[in-house]
């Protein structure tokens, strides 16, 4: 039988109130993330891992608010406000995270020049994290995700992984959106069409 595993996108405190990129409510998924984490065969997290300076901030372009949109070589992106700088707090795990037990910590969006909002390929597409083949050397085949943000790196990790051939399901009460421009009801629609079970 083909294993399973429990993928934990991004459960940081920028993300949670409070945080650089607060998601409304993130931090209410903690609980229910632990005991999912708890009852998980295996444990995969993800941590948004920025530079300082990334070209995803905002404040890297003259003129250029938060949430606005820029073309960048690979097409269009997002602007966000600083967060996640590699070492800081707003990067760290919630602390409430029960983290103990995950086998595996994949760091994203490190490269100054592409943003990675999936957990399988960074923005531009072709460059890939290095998830894909380890799911599959061990034997991974079947994913649940939960974390933040449901509308970006949860969605965009889910549609990567149903590319890939993974049986993939995401678990919505363990997730919070951003919801920017009617981004949450095109994600799910979009996550539905790619054949991902949305609990
Ligand atoms: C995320 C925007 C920028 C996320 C990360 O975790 O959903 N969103 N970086
Ligand atoms: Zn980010």
Do not use: K, M, Y
């Given at each position: 039988m083909a294993e399973e595993a429990l993928i934990v996108i991004d459960v940081q405190n920028d993300f949670c109130?409070?945080?650089?990129?607060a998601v409304e409510?993130?931090?209410?998924?903690v609980p229910v993330v632990n005991r999912m984490i708890q009852a998980a065969p295996h444990v995969i997290l993800t941590q948004d891992w920025h530079p300082a300076g990334?070209?995803?901030?905002?404040?890297?372009?003259?003129g250029k608010a938060p949430f606005e949109t820029v073309e960048m070589e690979y097409g269009p992106q997002t602007l966000w406000p600083d967060?996640?700088?590699?070492?800081?707090k707003g990067a760290?795990?919630?602390?409430?995270?029960?983290?103990?037990?995950?086998e595996l910590v994949v760091r994203k969006?490190?490269?100054?020049a592409i943003d990675s909002y999936s957990a399988f390929f960074?923005?531009?597409?072709?460059?890939?994290?290095?998830l894909g083949g380890y799911l599959k050397e061990r034997g991974i085949r079947n994913l649940t995700l939960v974390g933040l943000a449901t509308d970006f790196c949860v969605a965009y990790s889910a549609l990567d992984a149903a590319r890939l051939g993974f049986s993939v399901t995401v678990a919505l009460e363990a997730c919070r959106a951003?919801?920017?421009?009617?981004s949450l009801a095109a994600m799910k629609a979009e996550m539905q069409k790619a054949g991902v079970v949305l609990l």
């Open positions: 109130p409070g945080g650089a990129l409510d993130g931090d209410a998924i990334h070209s995803s901030f905002a404040s890297r372009h003259a967060h996640c700088v590699q070492g800081t760290a795990f919630h602390p409430d995270l029960d983290w103990t037990r995950a969006g490190f490269r100054p960074e923005n531009d597409r072709p460059t890939p994290t290095g951003i919801d920017l421009g009617g």
